[in-house]
């Protein structure tokens, strides 16, 4: 572990210790500031809080939401509660998968771009199926549309750099 | 009277944003005040966003109230607000064309809307709209005039019932967390994915009423429990919060009544046993959210140990409306124990999706085919499922029962937080079974064994049976476990995982039979069971199948009937939909 990297985690130490914070609550900023939650991280935690790892982990893999592999730098969710579900929301996971070019398991591309991840309803059933990228839901959605979004997106990135 | 002005209502909801209403709001912004506007009619004109009003399906909505005639737009695009400001705003003349149809009045008219019926009409961002609309009223009564025993009476009299899942009295709740001795209690409102319209829509009614909550049983703090990925009824809770702050409604000596009360946030994460109230606890505490064994119920000892109350969003934005107009008001709506509305997100194959508010016993035939306007397409509805995963599948032959806690929990549903998704004939009743089960499974947490084993075994012998696999012995098998798991499970979650299997299970079973006996699946939803060919007859070689395919099975040449060679289908159905003339068989 670097110096940078420990500087930040005395940063979030302090903080954590200053509000008697929580382990979800740490957990969520160490996630918040590196994308992820690496081993490493949660051993350099548990030795100076004097808490077992175990209990990080248990609670990391208890919550889907945490994450112990990096992150891409746009995140896209699919909506997969019953609403879309009736209304195909499985293909266009398919489609998104496609679009990125994930295999198997695979939940980030391997330029680290993009993430894609699976959502439990988000509450906009009326809107269904809904897919979230970044922070901006698109409503209606149908396999065409999904694979557009994704490679629109890129092109987008793309020009950015120019 | 300052002069009139005109107001542009600009939905900004979820489903508002998700239709590019933040760019609809700008360009009204831009066209009003820099193309001058204002100047050319000679009096104020403010474009302002609104909470969801539930017809999302039709989104962008937009209102203009010109000299107190509101007129509402569908479907609006950036593209069109240019012509809605020059033809509408200056000339006076609205644009027909573009207005809502029959269907939103009918969508609007019946339903009852007491809790939903700000959102939409005020700005969530603006405490002195809330305030404008008696908001806070009820909080400064029952502080300052009130004592916490006469509010608590006033929420029995009007017979609330937790709108969360349980449906346990929210009064009762209170009495006894108020009778528990001790300083320290709390107060937690939970704001789950139904909730977002309210949290988005009039944030202020969720505070109010868990300030009044939280004066009520006697705690100084209450927390909003939100998951962090609901990112607009986060920011918009938070802006209501300072708000609230700043008038000093929430903080010390509230009112000048000595009572002192605070709310931060808590941030849950995905995960549905979090709706269960004591993992709900666990999550705050920042632990693994695994439901307590109770007794000892939350209210004698829940967050820290220290009495608490917990009801859910829906419920707290009751409250002001019940204090402030009376219990008596309130249970007056609604059937002889199902007090009030309920909030519901209709969605599904009905024409009309969005979210309504209806009384308590409102028929499903009412609510499908006269809210929502019947099913899309004019296709058969098959069946309605309402409370959420773990709720019931509701049959067409039961129509005409009214929508009330105890109608559904005869007929082994809940009424939940409120979703309710409408099936057509094209929908598995097998399939969506699976489905929910596949969703129970994952969120079960592992901590009971009927639950952890249960649901994963139920979830087994579903997919085999959707496989093609099963066999009529597996039905028996499911319908042991279900009465198992409903006796055992240590939390709701467990208990009422089976409740999508038992209650389809009672009325379709010919379809769970045909998936085993004849190995077909009738709605020809699942793969395994269905296979794509040609109907020569009608093949008109336009090729439209074969481009369509992605899978390289179809073959075929100009003027040749095509074939599908079932080798390579990998059955998505792309050909189904191309094909113009129906030539496309699916069995």
Not at chain 2, 298 to 312: D, E, F, H, M, S
Not at chain 2, 521 to 528: I, K, N, Q, S
Request: glycine content about 12%; aromatic content about 8%.
């Amino acid at each position: 572990m670097n110096e940078a990297t420990e500087r930040v985690l005395n940063r979030l130490l302090d903080q954590h210790r200053r509000e008697q914070g929580n382990l979800i609550v740490l957990l969520q900023r160490i996630q918040d500031t590196f994308g992820h939650i690496a081993e490493e991280y949660v051993d350099w935690f548990a030795e100076k809080l004097d808490i077992p790892a175990s209990r990080f982990f248990g609670v990391i893999t208890f919550y889907p939401k945490f994450r112990t592999r990096p992150v891409g730098k746009n995140t896209i969710t699919v909506c997969c509660g019953a609403a879309c579900h009736i209304k195909g929301a499985d293909k266009l996971l398919d489609a998104a998968k496609e679009a990125l070019g994930l295999t198997g398991d695979e939940d980030t591309t391997r330029d680290l771009s993009f993430t894609l991840q699976k959502a439990t309803c988000i509450g906009a059933c009326s809107i269904a199926p809904v897919v979230i990228l970044n922070k901006q839901v698109h409503s209606a959605m149908d396999p065409v549309k999904v694979t557009k979004l994704v490679k629109g997106y890129e092109r987008e990135e793309f020009l950015g750099y120019l | 009277m300052s002069e009139p002005i005109v107001e542009i209502k600009v939905c900004l909801g979820t489903s508002g944003s998700a239709a590019g209403g933040e760019e609809v709001l700008r360009l009204f912004k831009h066209h009003v005040h820099e193309q001058g506007v204002e100047a050319r009619i000679g009096r104020r004109c403010s474009p302002s966003k609104v909470g969801c009003r539930g017809f999302c399906s039709k989104d962008v909505l937009v209102d203009v109230v010109l000299d107190g005639s509101k007129t509402t737009y569908q479907l609006v695009t950036p593209n069109m607000v240019e012509r809605i400001v020059q033809e509408h705003v200056i000339e006076g003349r609205p644009i027909a064309d573009w207005t809502v149809r029959d269907e939103y009045a009918s969508f609007h008219a019946r339903q009852h809307k007491i809790v939903l019926g700000p959102c939409g009409e005020i700005d969530p961002e603006s405490i002195d709209d809330y305030i404008a609309m008696r908001g806070y009223r009820a909080a400064r009564k029952a502080i300052t005039q009130m004592s916490p025993d006469e509010v608590i009476a006033e929420v029995l009299r009007s017979g609330l019932r937790g709108r969360g899942g349980s449906g346990f009295s929210t009064g009762e709740k209170w009495r006894v967390c108020r009778s528990v001795p001790g300083d320290t209690k709390y107060a937690v409102c939970n704001i789950g994915e139904v909730n977002r319209p309210l949290a988005e829509g009039n944030p202020h009614a969720i505070i109010e009423g868990l300030l009044i909550g939280g004066y009520a049983i006697g705690a100084g703090k209450g927390f909003l429990y939100i998951r962090e990925r609901y990112h607009r009824s986060v920011e918009r809770l938070s802006i209501a919060l300072e708000q609230a702050r700043e008038k000093g409604f929430i903080g010390r000596n509230i009112f000048g009544s000595g009572f002192d009360f605070e709310i931060e946030f808590s941030f849950g994460t995905e995960a549905f046993i979090c709706g269960e109230e004591t993992a709900l606890m666990e999550s705050i505490e920042g632990k693994r959210a695994m439901p307590r064994v109770r007794p000892p119920f939350p209210a004698y000892a829940g967050l820290w140990g220290k009495p608490t109350v917990i009801n859910n969003a829906e419920t707290f934005s009751n409250i002001p409306l019940i204090v402030g107009k009376g219990g008596a008001w309130f249970a007056g709506i609604g059937t002889a124990s199902s007090k009030g509305t309920k909030v519901f997100t209709l969605s599904g194959k009905v024409r009309n999706n969005g979210l309504v508010e209806i009384p308590m016993g409102m028929p499903f035939r009412e609510i499908v085919y006269g809210i929502g306007g019947g099913i899309e397409g004019d296709k058969a509805l098959k069946a309605i499922q309402v409370g959420g995963p773990s709720g019931g599948i509701i049959p067409t032959t039961m129509l005409d029962m009214g929508l009330d806690y105890e109608h559904l929990a005869r007929v082994g549903s809940i009424v939940g937080s409120g979703g309710m998704v409408v099936f057509d004939e094209d929908d598995c009743i097998v399939s969506v079974v699976r489905f929910y089960l596949e969703f129970l499974q994952r969120e079960s947490c592992g901590k009971c064994v009927p639950c952890r084993i249960g649901t994963k075994r139920m979830l087994e012998l579903l997919t085999k049976i959707t496989d093609g696999k099963g066999e009529e012995a597996d039905l028996r098998t499911l319908e042991r476990l279900s009465g198992v798991m409903a006796s055992t499970s240590l939390c709701g979650l467990g208990r009422t995982a089976p409740n999508p299997f038992i209650t389809s299970f009672n009325h379709f079973r010919d379809e769970y039979l045909a998936h085993i006996r004849d190995r077909k699946c009738p709605a020809g939803v699942c793969t395994a069971l269905i296979t794509f060919s040609v109907i020569e007859e009608k093949c008109k070689a336009c090729g439209l199948c074969k481009r369509a395919c992605p899978a390289g099975a179809v073959t075929g040449a100009p003027k040749q009937v095509h074939v599908i060679d079932p080798a390579k289908c990998v059955k998505c159905g792309a050909c189904y939909r191309a094909c113009r003339f129906k030539a496309i068989r699916k069995q």
